[in-house]
C-alpha cells in the first residue's frame, strides 16, 4: 500500500461547481497533512494545511480531515478555470524519521 | 525571502557526464529535501537533512547518486555517471520542522535531460 494514495484524474467540473479531491494515508501517526497546487511546468505550490479533525476553511479552500478514516480532503468551491492544475495531498510519514511523502497528485479541469 | 533557488533550472549532458544540481533552501529552515519528478512515478522523495546530516536516504535510486550538505545554505545532488532515465524535473524543498510545523517550500526545480 502507497503511504499517500489519490485518484489521479482527471477530475472535470464546470466552470464555477465544486471540486472535491480526496487522500487517503497508510500511517494513523501523522499528524499534518498539506495540499499542493502544480501547474503544468511549474513547482509545486503549498495552498492548505490542516492539522486537526474537521474542517479549514480559507477563501474559496476548505480541507477536511477525519483522522479515523485516515482521509483527508481539498474542496473548491466556485472553481474557476485557472484552478485547472494537479493537487497532491502530502503528510509526513514516520519512519525513521519524519519525511514528508507525496500523492501521485489529481489532475483537475475547469471547464469555462 | 526569496524562497528556495536551485541551480541550473535547464541541465541537458550526455550520458556517462557527471551532473551536479544546486539549492539554497530558505534562510533559517532547518529541514531539506530532495524530490524527483516523472510522468510515470510522479514526485519522489529521494533524500532528507535535517540539520544538515542526511536522515533518510532510502530514495536515492543507486550509487551513482549522492547528495550533500555542507552548512545550512547549500546542498547538491551529484549524478556520475548520468544515463537518460535519469531525466526528470529535480526539486529541492525546505521546511523549518517543529512540532507540526512540516510545510515545505519548493524551489522552482532543475529540468535535466539525459542525451
Known amino acids: 500500500q502507497k503511504e499517500v494514495e489519490q485518484n489521479s484524474g482527471p477530475l472535470s467540473v464546470p466552470e464555477g461547481a465544486i471540486a472535491s479531491l480526496n487522500c487517503t494515508y497508510s500511517?494513523?501517526?501523522?499528524?499534518?497533512f498539506f495540499w499542493y497546487r502544480q501547474y503544468s511546468g511549474k513547482s509545486p505550490e503549498l495552498i492548505m494545511s490542516i492539522y486537526s479533525n474537521g474542517d479549514k476553511e480559507d477563501g474559496r479552500f476548505t480541507a477536511q480531515l477525519n483522522k479515523a478514516s485516515q482521509y483527508v480532503s481539498l474542496l473548491i468551491r466556485d472553481s474557476q478555470p485557472s484552478d485547472s492544475a494537479t493537487y497532491l495531498c502530502a503528510a509526513p510519514v514516520r519512519d525513521s524519521s519524519y519525511k514528508l511523502i507525496f500523492g501521485s497528485g489529481t489532475r483537475l479541469l475547469v471547464r469555462p | 525571502d526569496a524562497g528556495v533557488i536551485q541551480s541550473p533550472r535547464h541541465e541537458v549532458t550526455e550520458m556517462g557526464q557527471e551532473v551536479t544540481l544546486r539549492c539554497k533552501p530558505i534562510s533559517g529552515h532547518n529541514s531539506l529535501f530532495w524530490y524527483r519528478q516523472t510522468m510515470m512515478r510522479g514526485l519522489e522523495l529521494l533524500i532528507y537533512f535535517n540539520n544538515n546530516v542526511p536522515i533518510d536516504d532510502s530514495g536515492m535510486p543507486e550509487d551513482r547518486f549522492s547528495a550533500k550538505m555542507p552548512n545550512a545554505s547549500f546542498s547538491t545532488l551529484k549524478i556520475q555517471p548520468s544515463e537518460p532515465r535519469d531525466s526528470a524535473v529535480y526539486f529541492c524543498a525546505s521546511s523549518l520542522v517543529g512540532g507540526k510545523n512540516t510545510e515545505a517550500f519548493f524551489g522552482q526545480g532543475t529540468r535535466l535531460t539525459v542525451v
Open positions: 500511517d494513523r501517526g501523522s499528524q499534518s
